[in-house]
């Protein structure tokens, strides 16, 4: 069993950033941000593979940017001028498929979450 560590997150005014960090305790082919807001289905956010290439929803595109650490097995997302509608569990997921991109279903390594509160 791979281990997720999340860090960051937190509360936030609209227009502001924040970052979310995770670990993996060994190196996985795909690590992907998740979210899941109260009442709502989990939704993928972004995620990237080893070689770096990146894959966002549409709705996400121009906001947030996923990056990883191969080195220290570690991916960020950078979340900028978050609204109130993105306050949610944001889960760290990994996945060693040949092919992720924002599949959940691809995904079977999770963290823990991190909350993400955004004030308007």
């Known amino acids: 069993q791979v281990q997720l560590v999340e860090t960051g997150g937190g509360s936030v005014q609209a227009g502001g950033s924040l970052k979310v960090s995770c670990v993996a305790s060994?190196?996985?082919?795909?690590m992907a941000w998740f979210r899941q807001a109260p009442g709502k289905e989990r939704e993928a956010v972004a995620s990237i593979n080893y070689g770096g290439i990146e894959h966002y929803p549409e709705f996400i595109k121009g906001r947030f940017t996923i990056s990883r650490d191969n080195a220290k097995n570690k991916v960020d997302l950078h979340m900028n001028n978050l609204k109130p509608d993105d306050t949610a569990i944001y889960y760290c997921a990994a996945s060693d498929a040949v092919v992720a991109d924002l599949e959940e279903r691809r995904y079977d390594q999770w963290g823990q979450g991190t909350q993400v509160t955004v004030a308007s």
């Open positions: 060994e190196f996985m082919y795909w």
